[in-house]
């Protein structure tokens, strides 16, 4: 899937400031984007996507009108859609295991489409900032990459050089042009108040039906924020948490091994828990120590996982009268 800008294939990027160079229109579009106004969105229309989670859908659903994420500090939200069928996908992507992630928001995305239709793939990218540990220019890098035009091959290329390039490496194997219309990311998505830098923009939401992404917050996080957490701190790989076709929030089955020493935490100081649990201390939203303890704590709770899971099969989520997700008895 070869990346175009301006409907120009691209070139070798060595820095994020060459791509903003290069292509002055993407600094502008960024600008743009992060002087819109924030919208918090209502919870009866919402789908929310956590950390390492994903979530696609078409504008056929009755169910979801917007798909959003937030508390994205050096994270990434990737949305990808097509144009002719409408379907598209968020992902909140933190770089840990790149290349799988983006293959499965492709093929979330031309599952729902005929891609022999008219239209064409619309990638947005917003996310990071200018953070002391470079975490944030690290995953853009590995969007926007060093290697273009297949010029990667991971068979060729020891890990730790491969970790560096698979994001766009994974948009350029497959098959269909992907078009980068949105890319509000790192020094972009950078503001400085007295001398801390953080994030403009910390959350976005995609439109299911016009298919317009937008500054965003979500005072509601549910369907089983502490469970869908707790998968996400004890290294839960990237996951799908929406069946688009029965409009279903599915979440698990997780699993994690007991470990009652990580109640330690619940014990420490705001400023330590910033300092050993997050990649930006400085940047993290007030709530985050908070989300911290509380999913601790339900760790704590439940040690066994399976518990959580009767029959070993998953929870389901549907969307009741009043617009909330209720869980869905399973016999």
Not at 25 to 48: M, T
Not at 272 to 281: A, E, G, H
Request: aromatic share 8%; proline share 5%; with cysteine.
């Amino acid at each position: 899937m070869p990346l175009f800008i301006q409907d120009r294939a691209t070139d070798r990027f060595r820095t994020t400031a060459e791509v903003f160079g290069r292509y002055p229109h993407l600094q502008e579009n960024a600008k743009a984007f992060r002087s819109k106004p924030l919208v918090e969105v209502d919870p009866k229309h919402l789908l929310y996507v956590q950390q390492r989670e994903f979530a696609a859908t078409t504008p056929a659903d009755n169910c979801v009108s917007v798909i959003g994420s937030d508390d994205a500090t050096t994270c990434h939200l990737v949305v990808l859609r097509h144009t002719g069928s409408g379907a598209v996908c968020l992902a909140h992507c933190d770089g840990s295991s790149t290349w799988s992630e983006i293959q499965l928001v492709t093929k979330a995305v031309t599952s729902l489409s005929n891609v022999r239709d008219d239209g064409r793939f619309e990638l947005h990218l917003v996310g990071g900032f200018n953070d002391d540990g470079k975490t944030s220019q690290k995953i853009s890098l590995s969007i926007l990459g060093m290697f273009l035009h297949k010029l990667l091959c991971s068979t060729l290329l020891r890990e730790q050089e491969f970790s560096r390039f698979h994001f766009v490496a994974a948009f350029q194997k497959l098959e269909e042009e992907i078009h980068l219309e949105t890319c509000c990311i790192t020094e972009m998505n950078d503001v400085a108040v007295n001398g801390i830098h953080r994030p403009t923009v910390y959350g976005i939401g995609v439109n299911v039906k016009t298919g317009e992404v937008f500054p965003a917050s979500f005072p509601h996080k549910g369907p089983a924020e502490e469970l869908r957490s707790a998968r996400t701190f004890t290294g839960g790989e990237m996951a799908g948490i929406y069946d688009s076709s029965r409009g279903l929030v599915e979440i698990g089955p997780c699993h994690w091994t007991p470990d009652m020493d990580i109640a330690f935490w619940l014990s420490q100081s705001d400023d330590t828990i910033l300092k050993y649990l997050s990649t930006s201390p400085k940047a993290e939203p007030p709530h985050f120590v908070q989300h911290m303890k509380s999913t601790i704590q339900f760790l704590l709770s439940h040690p066994d996982s399976d518990s959580l899971f009767p029959g070993g099969l998953p929870q389901l989520y549907r969307r009741s009268e009043s617009g909330a997700w209720e869980r869905l008895v399973q016999s």
